[in-house]
Every structure is written in structure tokens, then in C-alpha cells.
């Protein structure tokens, strides 16, 4: 092979390899989200599976936890149910949300000490699910799916580094529903039926988070 030919070859080799170079240069370099709160002290880190995250859910979560830096990992909307058709159900003539977005429930997982690492003793679950008063009305008021979170024992949960300010870490996920009441009425092979009237739980979406904090 003479230097004209091992040149173009090398040239070749070049071109072919910089695609590689550069998706791999962007999969890795994803830049997080960090947001400081000076009044309070307090750094918020978004991750990549969290940049769906509303600004209000992070500023009421911020403000709740001042001098503290919160790592949001993770934020995941629930998705309506898929329900095959039905002939007979409940017609809804009125829905009222009387409770909007509110904080369903907020729940603890573990935390862990600085430059230390834990598992769990068992298998982590948490899920919140629709509920509403009959059934049937269900797919009428468009409630969504159950939404569920679950860490397994192999799971582990990495504490502060040993540089860190804080000495604690604590992992924690909030989920968010809406509220309210309904009414309506059965259908039957009749016609319209009995009127009905009831309450409502629609959930909506988790987020999870993490505290670093100093605990004394």
C-alpha cells in the first residue's frame, strides 16, 4: 500500500469515528438544572428525570426546607386509566374540584449519614390510587391510573460526600391529587336511572427528592 492510499485510509477511520464522538460527548454531558434560593439559603438540583417538574412544586418544596441543598431525581405524572367501553354506567351532570393539586401525602424512605451507604431491609412501595364513591362513575369523572413507587433491597442510597456541608440525606416523594364531588345518573337498558351523588380522589402526579441537611 503506498502513502497515498494509507493517508485516505486514515482519513476514513477519522470521519467514520467523530459521529461516535459526538453522541457520545452528548449523552453524557447533559447539564442539570440548579436553582439558589439567597433568602433562604437553600440550592435546588434538578435532574434530567425531573426537568418536567412545575416551578411551583419546587419553590414549595424549597421554602419548606431553608439553609439545605434538595436534588429533585425523578417526576412522574400519572396518565389517565384505559377503560374498555361500557353500555351501562353513571352519566356525570356535574363535577367540583374542591381541592386542587393539594399534597396527597409526603413520604419518608430513608436517609443516610455522610460518606455512607445504605440498603433497604425490604422491598419500598408506595401508590396512590383513584377513588371515588360508586364505581361506575369512574370513567365518566376520566380519573387516572394508580401511580406507584418502588424501590427494591438492592437498592443503594449513597449519604452526603465527605466534603459536603451537610452531614445527612434524607430521600423522600410527595404525591399531588385533586379532590372534589360529583353527580349524575345511572344508565340502564331503560333509560335514565336513580340519581347519584358522591366524592372523588384523582391522582395526579409524584416527585422525588432529596434533603441534605445537618442534623445535630
Known sequence: MNVRSKLLLCLLCIIMFLPMVAMSTLAVDIPLREISYSDI?????????????????????????????ITFTNYVEAKPEIVPHIVFGITITS??????NYI???????????????????????????????????LGLGLNSTITKEYSKTEVFS??????????????????????????????????????SGTFKN????????IDRNIT
Open 41 to 69: 439559603n437553600t440550592k435546588v438540583i434538578i435532574e434530567n428525570q425531573a426537568v418536567g417538574i412545575t416551578p411551583q412544586l419546587v419553590d414549595e418544596i424549597a421554602h419548606e426546607h431553608p439553609n439545605t441543598t
Open 95 to 100: 363535577k367540583t374540584t374542591t381541592s386542587a
Open 104 to 138: 396527597d401525602k409526603d413520604v419518608f424512605v430513608i436517609s443516610v449519614a455522610k460518606g455512607s451507604q445504605k440498603s433497604l431491609t425490604e422491598t419500598w412501595k408506595q401508590s396512590l390510587a383513584a377513588e371515588v364513591t360508586h364505581s361506575d362513575a369512574n
Open 159 to 196: 449519604g452526603p460526600p465527605e466534603n459536603s456541608v451537610y452531614n445527612s440525606r434524607e430521600f423522600r416523594i410527595r404525591f399531588y391529587a385533586d379532590k372534589g364531588t360529583y353527580t349524575g345518573y345511572y344508565e340502564t337498558d331503560m333509560g335514565r336511572g336513580t340519581n347519584v
Open 203 to 210: 391522582p395526579l402526579r409524584y416527585a422525588e427528592y432529596i
